[in-house]
């Protein structure tokens, strides 16, 4: 079911594919000339102007690349490591090595599935404690062998389920969180799709934190939010405006390093052209971040994660 934004975008969409169908004719071209004109200068209105909800709605786009398109696309000679040498292997997280314009990398993302089957495989793309043991084992590694480390994020949050908490979910995010901040090799973040809560902050404290342009990060989902606070998740929407979730609400109270603009239309609609901007970033950064001595990395990132909430401090002092 097409979302609320997608509406007028379809209608356009719809209009073309009838007059393609339709013998050649020069008329008939010119048409749908002017039409794909009008459709991306639609597409481009509508995106440039959705709400929190929408682009909450964006996030989800079952179209938008996930890890293993990202690691397709930007990296080279991915080896994927599996099991947290605990209890099991956890396909929500995908983990592994490779290399990066020639250069070894550990590769770390939240993997969500296409269809049925690979959704239930994947688990919708909510890790298991044993896929987070499994992401600081591979980080672990990373850092022994002075790779840098650099994430995917795109989940709806960890599994809530009995089973995942009966081995400890909120210790090993917990535990995550910790040794992520001291390890002394560069980490780089990107938000790709939904951030959602400590299930995706768990692979997410980096010396960089990039956020794609439609992307979410937030401590709860809308629904949940409004489940919580009116018992009503209909009121979802008003909630996602309230929990500023954007990219350029987290820029601006200084969450997120950098924005990456996505094509008009989300992701989904060109993801090469993704690919080929968060590539640019990705390698600004890392230069960047390997000039920096291993030793001042830890420091550097405590401080940066440490001055977030400096608002919220602020308020208390004066109330």
Not at 54 to 83: C, I, M, S
Request: charge should be negative; proline fraction near 7%; hydrophobic fraction near 40%.
């Amino acid at each position: 079911m097409p979302e609320d934004y997608e509406a007028p975008l379809l209608e356009l969409e719809k209009k073309i594919d009838e007059l393609a169908s339709q013998p050649a004719a020069p008329a008939v071209e010119a048409e749908i000339s002017r039409l794909r004109g009008e459709l991306s200068e639609k597409r481009r209105q509508v995106f440039a102007s959705l709400t929190p909800w929408q682009k909450t709605q964006v996030a989800r786009h079952p179209g938008r690349p996930y890890t293993l398109d990202y690691v397709n696309a930007l990296f080279t000679e991915f080896t994927e490591l599996h099991g947290d040498r605990r209890f099991a292997e956890d396909p929500a997280l995908v983990c592994g090595f490779a290399f990066y314009k020639e250069r070894p990398v550990a590769v770390l993302g939240h993997q969500k599935g296409r269809d049925t089957k690979q959704k239930i495989y994947r688990n919708f793309g909510m890790p298991k404690p044993e896929g987070y043991r499994k992401a600081l084992r591979v980080m672990k590694l990373a850092e022994k062998f002075s790779r840098p480390v650099i994430t995917f994020v795109d989940t709806p949050g960890a599994y809530p389920g009995l089973d995942a908490e009966e081995r400890g979910q909120a210790e090993a995010i917990a535990y995550n969180l910790r040794e992520m901040a001291a390890l002394r090799v560069p980490i780089i973040v990107n938000v790709t799709g939904e951030g959602g809560s400590g299930g995706a902050l768990a692979i997410a404290v980096g010396d960089r934190v990039n956020m794609l342009e439609h992307a979410v990060y937030s401590v709860i989902s809308p629904e949940g939010c409004a489940s919580i606070l009116w018992r009503d998740a209909g009121r979802a929407p008003e909630a996602a405006d309230a929990m500023k979730i954007t990219a350029s609400d987290l820029a601006a109270l200084g969450l997120v390093d950098e924005i990456v603009p996505e094509p008009a239309g989300g992701a989904q609609t060109d993801p090469e052209a993704l690919f080929r901007t968060l590539d640019a970033v990705i390698d600004a950064q890392l230069r960047e971040l390997t000039a920096v001595p291993p030793e001042s990395l830890p420091g550097a990132r405590h401080d940066k994660f440490r001055r977030m909430g400096r608002l919220g401090t602020e308020f208390l002092e004066t109330t």
